[in-house]
């Protein structure tokens, strides 16, 4: 996996999780003994961490997912199928990477008493994360780590990539729909509505994988 991390596509996630260390160590001193770390329905803040979680719990988490993305590939019995998506493989780690970053750029912001409209932009984020990984879903090839593995599109490849490229395309309805949603919304109705568009796929997904694999084994 390793020669098809080219180092020009690692240098800017390298700086992504950097980065957001800097953030952290540049925040601590300024930010208060509580920092709001949860938001409910409402967008008001229901949960607060302390200055040290608030600071570095998703800067370490972007560290853990950055070698979580370079090494699992190496414990997956399909490691050769990786090379045929590398570049979707890239894709999601720096869809992953962006999504936690403006996360965490957007907590901080707001226990550094920036007032910002965290109701919309969560999910909106979700809705973004979604709507990428939907987009390329149906370019994952057969592996145990990365997509849709329910028991039956891991016992058959023709099964893992109907539902795949199916699923994908749902998901990137229905991500773009929550997008839209979250923008327009009132603030009260967003996640009434977002929940059903965003895990109806992967409901969808399992039943679907189910039904696929009968009718090909019979």
Do not use: C
């Not at 770390?37 to 409402?42: D, E, G, K, P």
């Not at 560290?63 to 894709?91: G, T």
């Not at 999504?99 to 920036?114: D, K, Q, R």
């Not at 949603?181 to 399992?206: E, T």
Request: positive net charge.
């Amino acid at each position: 996996m390793n020669k098809d991390i080219k180092i020009n596509w690692e240098w800017p996630l390298l700086l992504l999780v950097i980065g957001t260390l800097a953030v952290g160590i540049w925040a601590y001193p300024q930010l208060p003994d509580q920092v709001p770390m949860h938001w409910n329905v409402q967008g008001e803040v229901d949960d607060y961490g302390s200055r040290l979680t608030g600071a570095f719990a998703i800067p370490l988490l972007n560290v853990a997912i950055y070698f979580l993305f370079i090494f699992l590939p190496r414990l997956d019995p399909k490691y050769d199928n990786y090379r045929k998506f590398s570049e979707v493989y890239r894709i999601f780690r720096y869809a992953m990477h962006l999504f936690f970053t403006g996360l965490y750029l957007v907590t901080i912001a707001t226990a550094l008493g920036n007032p910002l409209p965290i109701g919309r932009i969560v999910p909106a984020g979700v809705a973004l994360l979604l709507l990428v990984i939907g987009n390329y879903l149906g370019r994952v090839r057969h592996n145990y780590f990365l997509g849709i593995r329910t028991p039956w599109t891991l016992a058959n490849e023709e099964v893992w990539r109907k539902t795949h490229r199916l699923t994908g395309y749902l998901w990137t309805g229905t991500s773009l729909t929550a997008l839209v949603a979250a923008l327009m919304l009132p603030q009260d109705l967003i996640w009434m509505v977002f929940f059903p568009l965003i895990l109806g796929p992967p409901f969808f997904a399992v039943g679907y994988s189910y039904w696929l694999y009968r009718r090909i084994s019979h």
